[in-house]
């Protein structure tokens, strides 16, 4: 009976009843707790609804018994599987990589270059300026259009960002408002703090929750939490 949940859960989300589904895979998951299936597609459905933590922890699920079972699929693969099938476009090669734009002051560089390189090996298109900027372009408008046109903005954040007067001032309001234009519940600005410092006001406001990229201990840890984020703006773009 696992299955026909399953396939009831899907058909409902299909049709846009979102709850409808979400109880049909649980219950398909309940009958088999090591149900791939179950969820990984609940975990889509729970993404298409704002509940990113709970798709999040279903995604995982997913590849750690995915992985249980000896296959080699990437986090990507697993969601990718059938995803036409219930609805939500496949992500092709024809749309690229997540673009992601990193925001910091000249500072932080070298934290950020550890990021900025880990990302590109991920296979992600990471907006770095000392990377993105070509010589004789006008290096604001450049970064203006790298904001409008990314999928999400990672905000490193020190005591040099929240104190520092000049561009990156401009620059974070200009991610801001941006966000305005975004869907409700969609990730676009991910603060990842670099040391022990306060969010920007506006970033409280927002209720944005935090990501803390140190000490050095927890950096790994800390990085497979992004990719977590990362991943679920991926299966819904």
Aim: charged share 30%.
């Amino acid at each position: 009976y696992h299955e026909a949940y399953c396939y009831r859960g899907i058909a409902r989300f299909n049709k846009g009843d979102l709850d409808g589904a979400i109880n049909d895979l649980t219950k398909s998951a309940k009958l088999k707790p090591d149900y791939v299936d179950a969820y990984k597609e609940r975990g889509i459905v729970f993404a298409r609804q704002g509940n990113l933590m709970q798709a999040i922890q279903d995604l995982n699920q997913a590849v750690q018994l995915n992985s249980q079972e000896n296959n080699v699929k990437t986090n990507n693969h697993i969601a990718e599987d059938n995803i036409e099938g219930i609805g939500i476009p496949k992500t092709e090669k024809k749309h690229g990589p997540l673009k992601i734009f990193l925001s910091h002051v000249s500072q932080d560089k070298a934290v950020v270059r550890e990021v900025h390189k880990r990302l590109i090996a991920d296979g992600y298109d990471a907006w770095l300026d000392e990377e993105k900027l070509l010589p004789g372009q006008n290096w604001s408008v450049e970064i203006e259009k790298a904001i409008e046109n990314t999928d999400i903005v990672i905000a490193f954040l020190s005591h040099q960002t929240i104190a520092k007067d000049g561009y990156i001032q401009k620059e974070l309001r200009r991610i801001l408002y941006t966000a305005e234009t975004k869907p409700e519940g969609k990730i676009f600005i991910i603060p990842v703090r670099i040391e022990d410092c306060e969010l920007p006001l506006r970033f409280r406001q927002l209720n944005l929750h935090y990501l803390d990229y140190f000490p050095s201990e927890r950096k790994e840890w800390a990085y497979k939490r992004l990719l977590e984020s990362l991943q679920v703006e991926l299966f819904i773009k």
